[in-house]
Every structure is written in structure tokens, then in C-alpha cells.
């Protein structure tokens, strides 16, 4: 029996897009994806839509089903889907159901934003409540845990400003990143203090961009030139158990154990990750949670260059959301994109050699940084 | 074999929720739901939120993660799903594919809507599109559908009005609806001109609602004391064929086609339907798309009165969108929660007799009347 599969998959550059309105950019990323599969739009029997700001900044609404429309690929179901920083990759996992569940034999998964416009300022997401008055916006949650993981764990300034040396690095031999431009250690430690430790270089841009993904099960999967297998979509949501521990997971590790669990496989099997490095701490935690390490030795383990390119399991090497940027719908989306173009061999100056099986973790943290969307996707030639 | 069954449904009655958030009118449906279903909240390993203006009018994102985490669902996978007028059964569409899929074996599918705002006026939905500045509004393509039906196949105003004359009159049998005062076929035909043929009366109402379903497979639906099964949940969306066949809605005959495919059923089958009579004309070319009625004969169906309670197959029992109200996002969860009612013989004075197999039948059109999101479910017990 074929499994669900990924047949196509496209990515637009991540950058401002100023001159393109957010359905164009999907569209087009729509497009590439599609030419990829090798198949015609109108084959495509369903749609999902990932996209988080689009009715709040332009009162936007069934935007999926236009841009679908616009592309020929029409009388399917299509579902617009909002999960905050993980709606692409949440997108994933409903259009893999979707095909699990014999509804559909193939579907196209969108993820797309633009948020590069004049007075976006700090996203208004829990303006209301009485933490973020008081200050506990997303940068000051994700300082609160590297302090605590610097305490806990002896993590030090250095470990942290190397996860984003590392990405900045990837990044430069990414085509599709926003940043091509490496940054030393000196300068990640010198950028400007946003929320003591994390630096500017250590918190992810904010950038317009779309990716997409042709998936199929059955005898359209079978036909595919070069199916990629998805070994495991896992989407869940925070315990939101207090006290908050901030330096042990507990929704990304139950996520990775789930994708684990239904992949069959642990984290020595993996060749490569695409994790949410909205800050650089994040990274660090999630190093812990997927088990790439033990728990606390997440500094370290970017410190011995385990996680760069040419390491023993290299993460982001896509840049990461730190060096590709982070489009907020589409950032799930691209990571599978990027996992996808590794087991391919099809990565150039990044590509990790004789990749297999990759994973692909994102992740819509609240102000308390729990997590309100954490999904691991496994992928495997 | 057990297949996907609905255990639980609540519902808020539509109108005017003044002092009441859009989460707390969720939360109280959900509530309700869950205590209908006999389970313990924390059984509940999915949650599917349905909404539509909220990021448009409240800045409100993820509002489904904290709805469900506050209801002590929390863990599992959370999706908030916008579809227009079709996002609630859109996402009962999408619960349905994770149980039928084995990701999960239970969960909530729950919409809310709160639109009785100051300042809401006429939804800005295509308000950059030519035909919306050139006066296609939403009621004016559906006056457009209602003239050509008229002049096609001598459809008359009586017959037009007598849905909403049918409607209204269901809706002072439910305490749930918004409108409890039946009203006269001359008050409908007399009431203020909206598009013509169209007279508000014709037009459905904004509201405040919510409504909620639990939905379970496996040992969880066998284990259930008053499970109804779930025979089909079929979403499509339009094929956008121009030029538009006013009177023969592609899009919604061929969801009804697939529902009756699914389910083995067809319309003679049917002992009741909810549909999506968001105009008096929808509900019209609704009988003839679902096959109540040949097609062009859905205003002699209504005047002889074989949709109304006690006819040969009653429609919108429960008001319909002309008299419970329209709140978006809950409308086509409320819907099938009026089905799994009757089917329980719980919907004392407009209880159809004897309900053994009930139709939900919902749509999202955008200007032009086409379908941007149309579903289509089949419940038996």
C-alpha cells in the first residue's frame, strides 16, 4: 500500500514582496509547486489555505478559495486555516487526514502572508490580557526561558548567539532566504538587546512570503516521479499546565514523541531537522525535546557544531526562521519545502549528503510561550 | 465496524449577546455539548473552532486554543477554520477526516460567530472587486438568481415569500431562534425592498450564536448512549464556470450528488433538511439542487406546503437562517445540531415525526452567488 506522499513542492523567495498583494504571492508559489508534481491543477482534488494576518490587515476572507479558483484548481473542498505561527504546517496535517482518510487522493497545501507593511508594529495577539500589559510580549516570554536555561543548565551567552551564527550561515547558501548576508558572533552579541540576552540577531524577521506542497495518496502517488513519504503529521496543543516549566517543553516533547511513535523511528534516524528557531533559545529547547541531545545540553551541542551543516544532524539548514525569515503561514509550509528539497538532492550549496529521513517541527507559542500549535512532520525517501 | 457519530450537541440561542465575548458564547456551547455527550472534556482529543470576523473586527487570533484550553480540552490537535458562511460545517468536515483517518477517536467541532456589533454594516467581503463597486452585493446576486427563476419558470412573489412566511413560523417553535413571531404572507411580500424581488423579510438576519457538536469513532462512539451516525460530510467548492447559470447551481448539486453517493441514499430517503436559506430564492434552488423537487418546481414545492412541519419533507424546522438567524461561523454547526435533535425526537413542538435520516446542507457564496464553500451532511440513526 502507498502511503501519503509529497509529489511537488514550491517556495518564494522569503523577503518584502511590496509590489505583490498576498494572493499573488500564493499563487505563484501555488504554481511552482504544482509544475514540480507534474501534474495539472484540475488533477488536484482539494485545497488547504494557511494564512494568519490577512483578514486583520486587509479584512481578507476565503482568500484559498480565490487563489485556488485562479489556478484551475476548482470544485474540491478547500479550507481556509489559521493556527497561529504553525497554520502552514497545521494546513499540512489536515490535508494529510484528508488523503488518510480517503476523502481525497491528492491536495495542495498554501501557506502565505504579507506582513511587511507600514505599521505592523509588535503583533497584537493578547493585547488584552494582563500579562502583556504588564509586559510579557513574546520576546520578554522567550528571554524568561533562556535565563532560566543559563541557571539551570549553565548554557552560556555564547552558546545562544551561535544558533544564530549557524543559521545566518545556512542562510547565505539559501537562494530563498531573506538575510544572505553571515553574521560572526560578535556582531550576534552586539546587536541591539531586545530581551535581555536575546539580541536582535537572536529573534526571527518578520517577512512577506508563500510556500506550497502537492501531497497524494493511491495511484496518484504511485505515478509520482519522485514521492517523498510522510512518515508521521502530528499537530497538538498545549497542557497549559502551571507553573510554566520554562526549560522542559512539555507540548514539543509530547509532539516529537507522537511523530516518533507513528514514524517508527527515533532521533538517531534523522538526517536532518527544520525546527522553529523563533529565537535562538527556542532552538535550543527544541534540540532537547526532539532528543537530539540530553536534556540541558542544548548550548553545547550547538557549540561542537553538531547542528551545522556537515554535523551529525544538521538543523535549519534552510537559514531557519533567524535566516530565512519568518512569513508567518508560510514558515510551516517552506520547512517541509526545504526537508523535501534535501531528500531530493536537490539543495546545491546546503545540501546535507545522502539525507533519508528528515523532520520538520513548528510551533505557535502563547505570551507564557506554551504552545497553542506544535506539529512534527516526518518525511522520508 | 463503528463509524464517525455525532454524541454531543449544544447549542446558544441566537440574538443579541450584548455581554458576552465571542469565547464566551464558544465556551457555553461547547459546554453544553460536552455535557450532552456524557464525556469528560479532557476525553475529547481534537478541537475544530469555526469562526469568520473575529480577526476582521476583534483582532482575535487562535481563539480556539484558548476557548478549548479553558474547557480543559487541551493536548490534541486544535485548528481554527474560516470558510465563510460555510466555516462550521467545514469544520465538522474536517473532525470527521481525523476520526475517519484514525488520528484521533473523538472530537469537538464548534463555531461562534459575534456580529450584532455597532458599525458592522454590509461585510466588506470583494469590496476591492468591480462587480461589488459596480452594485453586485451579496442580495443583489441573489435578486438577480430570484428574477431569473421568475422569468425561467414562473416562480411567483407568493411563492418566493412563502419560504420566509414557512421559516418564520418554524422559528416560534424553537426557543433557540432569534425570531419568535411568525410572520403573514403579505407582512413578507410588504416589508422594505432589499433587491428586488427580495424584501427584508426574505433576507436572513445577523445574530450573536454558537453551537457545538461532539463527534467520536471507534470504542468512544460504540461506548455512547445516543449516538447518531454520521452518513456523509461532503465540502466542494465552485468550479466558477462563466458564464453563471443563475437557476442551476452547479456547485451545490454536485455536493448533494456526492452526500447521496456516500451515504447510499437519496432524496426520497431524506425525512428532514437544513439548508442554507440565506435568502428566500436560495431555498428555492436548494429543493431543486438537493432533488426534493424537479428542477424550476421549488416554488410550487413550497406553496403546497410539503416542506413545512407536517409536509412530505420538512426544511428548516429549526427557523432556518431567515428566522433562527445567521451568526457566520455558527450556522452550519447549528444546522446539523437541529439534525442529531430530531433524530433523538427532542425537538418538541417542531419535531418532525418519526426522523429517521436528516440533511445539513450549508454554503458560502461569494458576489457572484457561486459557491466558495458548499456541504453537505447526512445524519441517521
Redesign the interface.
Known amino acids: 500500500m502507498t502511503g501519503v506522499c509529497v509529489i511537488g513542492a514550491g517556495l518564494l523567495p522569503f523577503g518584502r514582496h511590496e509590489d505583490s498583494l498576498l494572493a499573488d504571492m500564493a499563487i505563484e508559489a501555488a504554481f511552482l509547486a504544482i509544475r514540480d508534481a507534474g501534474i495539472a491543477p484540475q488533477a488536484i482534488e482539494a485545497?488547504f489555505f494557511a494564512n494568519?494576518?490577512g483578514?486583520?490587515l486587509f479584512?481578507d476572507?476565503?482568500v484559498g478559495?480565490s487563489v485556488?479558483?485562479d489556478l484551475g484548481i476548482?470544485?474540491?473542498?478547500?479550507?481556509?486555516?489559521?493556527?497561529?505561527c504553525a497554520s502552514g504546517s497545521?494546513a499540512f496535517?489536515?490535508a494529510?487526514?484528508?488523503i488518510?482518510?480517503?476523502?481525497v487522493e491528492s491536495a495542495i497545501v498554501l501557506g502565505a502572508e504579507k506582513m511587511c507593511v507600514p505599521g505592523l508594529g509588535l503583533l497584537?495577539?493578547g493585547?488584552n490580557e494582563l500579562e502583556t500589559r504588564l509586559g510579557l510580549v513574546t520576546p520578554a516570554s522567550f528571554g524568561l526561558r533562556a535565563q532560566r536555561h543559563i541557571h539551570e543548565f549553565g548554557t552560556t551567552l555564547e552558546q545562544l548567539a551561535l544558533v544564530s551564527v549557524k543559521n545566518r550561515a545556512h542562510a547565505a547558501a539559501n537562494p530563498h532566504a531573506l538575510f544572505r548576508d553571515p553574521v560572526t558572533l560578535d556582531e550576534v552579541l552586539n546587536s541591539p538587546m531586545i530581551a535581555d540576552p536575546l539580541t536582535r540577531y537572536q529573534c526571527c524577521p518578520v517577512a512577506d512570503g508563500a510556500a506550497a506542497l502537492v501531497l497524494a495518496g493511491g495511484k496518484t502517488a504511485a505515478a509520482a516521479r519522485r514521492a517523498i513519504n510522510i512518515d508521521a503529521a502530528i499537530?497538538?496543543?498545549?497542557?497549559?499546565q502551571t507553573p510554566v516549566d520554562l526549560v522542559r517543553w512539555e507540548?514539543d516533547r509530547?509532539g516529537c514523541e507522537l511523530a516518533y511513535k507513528k514514524a517508527g523511528l527515533g532521533p538517531d534516524d534523522l538526517d536532518l531537522v527544520e525546527c522553529h528557531d523563533a529565537f535562538s533559545i527556542a532552538e535550543i529547547l527544541h534540540y532537547e525535546a526532539l532528543g537530539l541531545c540530553a536534556e540541558g545540553d542544548g548550548g553545547r551541542l550547538v557549540a561542537e557544531g553538531a547542528t551545522r551543516l556537515g554535523g551529525r544532524v544538521p538543523v535549519n539548514v534552510s537559514g531557519g526562521l533567524i535566516g530565512r525569515g519568518h512569513p508567518l503561514g508560510a514558515t510551516g509550509v517552506a520547512q517541509i519545502v526545504e526537508i523535501v528539497t534535501q531528500l531530493r538532492g536537490e539543495a546545491g550549496a546546503r545540501q546535507v549528503e545522502n539525507a533519508r529521513v528528515g523532520l520538520a517541527h513548528c510551533m505557535?507559542a502563547?505570551r507564557q510561550g506554551d504552545a497553542?500549535?506544535c506539529t512534527v512532520a516526518i518525511l522520508s525517501r
Open positions: 485545497g494568519v494576518l483578514g486583520l479584512g476572507l476565503t478559495q485556488f479558483a476548482t470544485g474540491g473542498p478547500v479550507v481556509n486555516v489559521e493556527n497561529a497545521s496535517t489536515l494529510y487526514n484528508a488518510a482518510a480517503g476523502e497584537n495577539s493585547k499537530l497538538c496543543s498545549g497542557s497549559y507540548t509530547r505557535g502563547d497553542r500549535a
